[in-house]
């Protein structure tokens, strides 16, 4: 008796919570609640407490996107991450429609800058080009957010994970692809079961982990591939001295290169930067020929990086 009041006073709390959930619709053909994915982000009040789902139809949406502060708690979900795509074309160096200089951090096509953020089968892509220099598909400025099953594309700067400061992201099943530093930032972000392609010869990552971090970039269960006529890429390089980024059971294509990590210009980065490998495989998993200031974990090393160790105490939904 006792086991079956448990049960009903559990289904009461999910029907509670799934009722709190307010659900809207972007349809560019006008079947939803919103044209654009914009206009449905700037109907969300600032200050959000209540979790809210937007849900995005099908189509190119050739939008700047940005999600406010305070406005916390929105899942983005799309119909479909190949057919359902945020894009803008912004770069740095270009100009914004005020007249103000398009900086890196300003170049992206969406900016998350709320906590408890959610994406799912989405694509965020910046068209600028590979001779555009940074140009920035995705900035997520926020802590606590998710991205299951999206795709990030362009060359320079593609995805800005965390900025001014420690933030904590998940990506769980996403395709990053880029050239230079395309994955850079301060975040606290494991990439588990990730595909990241480098579209050129240069750099995958450009951390800037501050020195207290436990943990910058963790790949696990990564697949390191490039584009035909690619060989020349390292795994990272440190934007801050503190740099931290460790690849586990990734598969590594023979694109990335023996000694695996640069050092920015400066050797003085070598005694700082945290970077590190366990149990890779693949033609550029040689670890022969690496740099002597990287290091290759121990078992128990590598079982140390646990959700809880690279988050602290977020609890993150798989």
Known sequence: MIKFFLVLLLSACTITLHAQTATKTVAQDGTGDYTTVQAALDAVPLHNQQPLVIYIKKGIYKEKLHLDSTKDHITLIGEDENNTIITYADHAGGRAPNG?????????????????????????????????GQAVALAVKADRASFIHCRMLGYQDTLLAGSYGPTRQYYRECYIEGSIDFIFGYAAALFYKCHIHSNRDAYITAASTIQTQSAGYVFKECKITADSGVTKVYLGRPWRPF????????????????????NWGKTTNEQTARYAEYKNYGPGANTNARVKWARQLTKKEAAAFTPSFIYGDWKFKL
């Open 243 to 262: 740099s931290s980024v460790t690849y586990i059971n990734c598969y590594l294509g023979g694109h990335i290169l023996p000694q695996g990590w640069d």
């Open 100 to 132: 103000d200089s398009i900086r890196t951090f300003t170049s992206y096509s969406c900016s998350i800058n709320a906590s408890d953020f959610r994406a799912e089968h989405l694509t965020f892509q910046n068209t600028a080009g590979p001779t555009a």
